[in-house]
C-alpha cells in the first residue's frame, strides 16, 4: 500500500522560509522511473505544479518558482523535503506531496502520471 | 509560459455524457492526465497516457484526444461525479508539469 503524508508549520511569516516534508511508504525512491514532487493548491483556486525530484536525483522546478524553491530526497528515510524561501501571504496554499512515475515508450518519455497523492497541508502565511 | 485551457464550468443532468475539454499546444505531443477532486480532498488520478484508465476507475469515465485537444467523456453521470475535474500534461521544453485551470462539473 503505498501512502504519502505531509508535514510542516501551518502558519509562517512574511520573508520568512518554509520547510515541508514528505514521508512515503510502499514504494522506493530509487526506483527507475519513480518521481516524488510537490503541488499546491491556494483557497479556491487551480492546483499548481512546484517541483519534483526523480529516482536519479535530476530535479525540476516551475519556472516561475525556480528561484525560491529547493527539493531534495533521502531515500533511506523515505523522504522528500521542499524548501521555500521568502514566502509572502499569496504563498497561502494547501500543499500536497505526491508520487508519479514516467509515462515513456522506446522512443522517449512524454509525460508523468501523479498516481498517489497526500492528503496535504494547508499553509497560512500571514504576520 | 505554456498554458493548458479548460472551460471553467459544466453542468449536466444526472445519466446523461459530460465532456469537458482542455487545450494546448504541446497535448499533440505529450501524454494527458486527469484528475478528480472532490470538496476537501486530494486528486484522483482518473486518466493517463491520454487513455488509459488506473485500476478501480469505472469503464464510463474515458479519455480522448484530437490534435491539441484533449476531451475527459463521462457517461451516465450521477450526483457523485459533481467534482472539479483537471487535465495535466507536460511543456517539452521543460519538461515541466502543467495542469489546466480547473473545470467545475456541476450535476443538475
Known amino acids: 500500500q503505498i501512502t504519502l503524508k505531509e508535514s510542516g508549520p501551518t502558519l509562517v511569516k512574511p520573508t520568512q522560509t518554509l520547510t515541508l516534508t514528505c514521508t512515503f511508504s510502499?514504494?522506493?525512491?530509487?526506483?527507475?522511473?519513480?518521481?516524488v514532487g510537490w503541488i499546491r493548491q491556494p483557497p479556491g483556486k487551480a492546483l499548481e505544479w512546484l517541483a519534483l525530484?526523480?529516482?536519479?536525483?535530476?530535479?525540476r522546478y516551475s519556472p516561475s518558482l525556480k528561484s525560491r524553491l529547493t527539493i531534495t530526497k533521502d531515500t533511506s528515510k523515505n523522504q522528500v523535503a521542499l524548501t521555500m524561501t521568502n514566502v509572502d501571504p499569496v504563498d497561502t496554499a494547501t500543499y500536497y506531496c505526491a508520487r508519479s512515475e514516467r509515462d515513456c515508450n522506446i522512443v522517449a518519455c512524454y509525460g508523468d502520471r501523479w498516481d498517489y497523492w497526500g492528503q496535504g497541508t494547508l499553509v497560512t502565511v500571514s504576520s | 509560459s505554456y498554458e493548458l485551457t479548460q472551460p471553467p464550468s459544466v453542468s449536466v443532468s444526472p445519466g446523461q455524457t459530460a465532456r469537458i475539454t482542455c487545450s494546448g499546444h504541446?497535448?499533440?505531443?505529450?501524454?494527458s492526465y486527469w484528475y478528480r477532486q472532490r470538496p476537501g480532498q486530494a486528486p484522483v488520478l482518473l486518466i493517463y497516457?491520454?487513455?488509459e484508465r488506473p485500476s478501480g476507475i469505472p469503464e464510463r469515465i474515458s479519455g480522448s484526444t484530437s490534435g491539441t485537444t484533449v476531451t475527459l467523456t463521462i457517461s451516465g453521470v450521477r450526483a457523485e461525479d459533481e467534482a472539479d475535474y483537471y487535465c495535466?500534461?507536460?511543456?517539452?521544453?521543460?519538461?515541466?508539469?502543467?495542469f489546466g485551470g480547473g473545470t467545475k462539473l456541476t450535476v443538475l
Open positions: 510502499g514504494f522506493s525512491l530509487s526506483t527507475s522511473g519513480v518521481s
Open positions: 497516457k491520454d487513455r
Open positions: 525530484i526523480y529516482w536519479n536525483d535530476d530535479k
Open positions: 504541446t497535448l499533440s505531443k505529450q501524454y
Open positions: 495535466q500534461s507536460a511543456d517539452i521544453d521543460g519538461p515541466y508539469v502543467i
